[in-house]
T-cell receptor, first 116, second 110 residues
């Protein structure tokens, strides 16, 4: 158990819909990262937040957005869902010095999103 | 952007055999991570290497970062069925992002 929790575990929805994925980092970790893992694209970094502020952006679509709240939990919002958005979405957390990504990250169990 | 290539893509070994997985970067690595993933589950941190020539071991798994810091290898000695899974290497990119290789799927036959 990494100490990172994600809800829900599974999500099934229809195209065009909007969903919110939630992540609670390990106690004391200031950084939260979101990743998308699909069969054809592998594990792709989406976005990083550090202490409430966006720190780094990866291959995140404009239809997707995220935020980190004062209690450090984070939400990833996916809207106008398409079939190709079906994937495993992971959250990871770390306590990086200066907000750098160059530290060990602890991964949550993931949310499996299925878009029908 | 920094790309990480892993080889082989998949590996099937008999229990008890040794094996090596490689991770090659298109740019100098300033931090290289090895993770293991069971199918459909989260990633489990194995090791992090930062210095050229650095080598770390945990139980029967040893990881090395070469002197030029552009390649890392993960070596498993006397493999066991519990070693089966997907091994991913990851590295911090230039924009403070994080990139991963495509992974190596390891099957260990009893």
């Amino acid at each position: 158990d990494s100490g990172v929790t994600q809800t829900p575990k599974h999500l099934i929805t229809a195209t065009g819909q909007r969903v919110t994925l939630r992540c609670s980092p390990r106690s004391g970790d200031l950084s939260v990262y979101w990743y998308q893992q699909s069969l054809d694209q592998g594990l792709q970094f989406l976005i990083q937040y550090y202490n409430g502020e966006e720190r780094a952006k990866g291959n995140i679509l404009e239809r997707f957005s995220a935020q980190q709240f004062p209690d450090l939990h984070s939400e990833l919002n996916l809207s106008s869902l398409e079939l190709g958005d079906s994937a495993l979405y992971f959250c990871a957390s770390s306590f990086p010095l200066g907000g750098s990504v160059n530290n060990e990250q602890f991964f949550g169990p993931g949310t499996r999103l299925t878009v029908l | 952007s920094q790309e990480l290539e892993q080889s082989p893509q998949s590996l099937i070994v008999q229990e008890g055999k040794n094996l090596t997985i490689n991770c090659t970067s298109s740019k100098t690595l300033y931090g290289l991570y090895w993770y293991k993933q069971k199918y459909g589950e989260g990633l489990i941190f194995l090791m992090m290497l930062q210095k050229g020539g650095e080598e770390k071991s945990h139980e029967k798994i040893t990881a090395k970062l070469d002197e030029k810091k552009q390649q890392s290898s993960l070596h498993i000695t006397a493999s066991q069925p519990s070693h089966a899974g997907i091994y991913l290497c990851g590295a911090a990119g230039g924009n403070n992002d994080m990139r991963f290789g495509a992974g190596t799927r390891l099957t260990v036959k009893p």
